[in-house]
C-alpha cells in the first residue's frame, strides 16, 4: 500500500515537472508612449490565435509591470492584448521554448490629424467585362509629437466611395500585422464612409477594392479626398486602356512591363479628383467572360475542359492579384530610376510587399477551394514568390529597412479535378 502511495506520488511529480519543462514565461511592461511613464493600472490579456482567438490567461499589471507564467510552449504564437482609452494594443509573443520579455506601448487618444499624412501609393484600374475593377491603397503615417492614436467612434480615417458603385469587394486593413477585413461605416455625408479601425503611430495602410459601370467603355471617376493626399499614384494594368484627368495635371507619365502609371502631387482636402478611363480590353487577366461578366474558362489547350463559375469574391481576388503584380513592377522601376520620387520611399516598396503576402495566402486560400484550376495556381504561384523574391532584394538594398520574412512556401495541394464550379 505504502509502495503504491509512493508511486503516485512519484507520477504527479514527474507530471509536474514535465508540465514546468513544457511551459514558459512572459515578462514585461506596459508603456504610455504618449508620456513614456510606466501606465499605472493596465488589464493584459493573453490570446492563442491557434486555439481560436482563445483567450488562455490574464494578469494585472502594476506600475506598468506584468508577468504571465506557465503558458504552453506546444502553441507557436500568443497574442498579449491591452486596452488603453478605448483602443486595443497586440503584441505576438511567438514561442522559442525559453521565458520572453516583451514591452508593450499604449497612446493616448486624439481625434486631430494633426502630424499624420496620407498617400495613395496605387490606384489601379482594368476592365472585366462589362464593369470597371478599381483597387487602392491608402497609407496612413502617423508622425504625432508627442505619439498619439488617433480614434473617433465613426471611424478615425474618412474615405469617399462612387455613388454608382456595383460591389464592394475588399476591404482590409493593415499596421505591421495580418490584413484585417473591415466593413466601412456609412456616414451622414452622402458617400462618406468611416474605417472603424484607430490609426495608432506608425503606418497604417487601408486596401479597399470595388466595381463600377464600364459597358460603355468609358467611366469618369469623381475622387473626393475627406483628408489630403501629399501623392496619388494610378495604374491602367492593360495598356490598352487610356487615362485622362480634368481637374488635374499629371506629375509624370510612365509605362513599364505593359503598364501606364500616372502620378498626381498635393491633393486637397475635401477635393475632387476627376480621372477617366477609357478603353480596355474586357477579357484582361486572361478571363474570358461571358454576358454576365462571369468566368467561362478558356484559353489554352489544356484548359479547354476547364469550366470557370468563380464567384464575385474569386474573380476580384484574381484580378487583385495581376493588379498588384503589376504595379509591384512599376513602383520597383520607378524608384530605381527616380530617387527623389515618392514611390521610392522603401517603406512604400514594404507596404506592397505585404499587400502580395496577403495575396499569396489567398491565392493559396483559392486554390485549396477548388476555384483555380491547378495548372493557374501553380503558374500564378511561381510568379507571385518570384515577384516577392525581387522586392525583397530591393528592400535589403535600402538602409534602415528590415528585410521582410521569406514568404511561405506552397501548402500541400489537395485532390482537385479538372474543372472547376
Known amino acids: ?9 512519484a507520477c504527479m511529480l514527474l507530471l509536474a515537472l514535465a508540465a514546468t519543462v513544457n511551459a514558459f514565461t512572459v515578462k514585461g ?17 493573453v490570446i492563442q490565435p491557434s486555439a481560436g482567438m482563445k483567450e488562455v490567461g490574464s494578469t494585472e499589471a502594476k506600475n506598468g509591470q506584468f508577468e504571465v507564467p506557465n503558458l504552453s510552449n506546444s502553441a507557436p504564437i500568443y497574442v498579449l492584448r491591452v486596452e488603453y482609452q478605448g483602443t486595443t494594443y497586440n503584441e505576438p509573443v511567438r ?49 504625432t509629437s508627442p505619439s498619439r492614436t488617433v480614434a473617433a467612434k465613426d471611424g478615425a480615417f474618412k474615405l469617399f466611395l462612387p ?35 484607430p ?22 471617376l469623381q475622387h473626393k479626398f475627406a483628408q489630403a493626399v501629399t501623392h496619388m499614384s494610378i495604374f491602367a494594368v492593360d495598356s490598352t486602356m487610356q487615362v485622362s484627368s480634368t481637374s488635374h495635371q499629371f506629375a509624370s507619365t510612365e509605362s513599364v512591363h505593359d503598364m501606364k502609371a500616372y502620378a498626381v502631387h498635393d491633393i486637397k482636402a475635401n477635393s475632387t479628383v ?70 521610392s520611399d522603401p517603406q512604400v516598396l514594404r507596404a506592397h510587399y505585404d499587400l502580395l503576402l496577403s495575396r499569396l495566402a489567398r491565392l493559396d486560400d483559392l486554390h485549396a477551394a477548388h476555384t483555380i484550376p491547378d495548372d493557374v495556381y501553380r503558374a500564378s504561384r511561381d510568379e507571385l514568390m518570384g515577384r516577392l523574391a525581387a522586392l525583397a532584394m530591393h528592400l535589403r538594398a535600402h538602409g534602415g529597412v528590415h528585410a521582410p520574412a521569406p514568404a511561405p512556401d506552397r501548402p500541400a495541394r489537395p485532390e482537385t479535378t479538372s474543372k472547376v464550379q
Open 1 to 9: 500500500m505504502r509502495l503504491a502511495r509512493v508511486s503516485a506520488l
Open 95 to 143: 514561442v522559442t521554448g525559453s521565458d520572453q520579455t516583451v514591452d508593450i506601448a499604449v497612446f493616448e487618444t486624439t481625434t486631430s490629424w494633426a502630424g499624420v499624412t496620407v498617400t495613395v501609393p496605387h490606384l489601379a484600374v482594368a476592365r472585366q467585362g462589362d464593369e470597371l475593377m478599381v483597387e487602392q491603397m491608402y497609407e496612413i503615417t502617423n508622425a
Open 29 to 45: 511592461t506596459v508603456t504610455n508612449g504618449t508620456t513614456n511613464k510606466p501606465v499605472a493600472s493596465a488589464h493584459v490579456i
Open 163 to 197: 455613388a454608382d458603385m456595383d460591389t464592394l469587394t475588399d476591404c482590409y486593413v493593415s499596421a505591421g500585422q495580418m490584413p484585417l477585413k473591415v466593413s466601412p461605416i456609412p456616414g451622414n455625408v452622402a458617400d462618406l464612409y468611416g474605417i472603424d479601425y
Open 199 to 220: 490609426i495608432r503611430p506608425g503606418t497604417t495602410q487601408v486596401t479597399i477594392g470595388y466595381m463600377v459601370p464600364y459597358k460603355s467603355g468609358s467611366y469618369t
Open 274 to 343: 476627376a480621372l477617366t478611363f477609357s478603353g480596355g480590353d474586357p477579357n484582361f487577366a486572361g478571363l474570358n467572360v461571358d454576358e454576365n461578366g462571369n468566368s467561362t474558362g478558356g484559353g489554352g489547350a489544356d484548359q479547354g475542359n476547364v469550366v470557370g463559375r468563380a464567384g464575385e469574391d474569386e474573380k476580384i481576388s484574381r484580378f487583385l492579384m495581376v493588379t498588384v503584380l503589376l504595379v509591384l513592377a512599376g513602383v520597383i522601376g520607378m524608384s530605381l530610376r527616380d530617387r527623389n520620387d515618392p514611390l
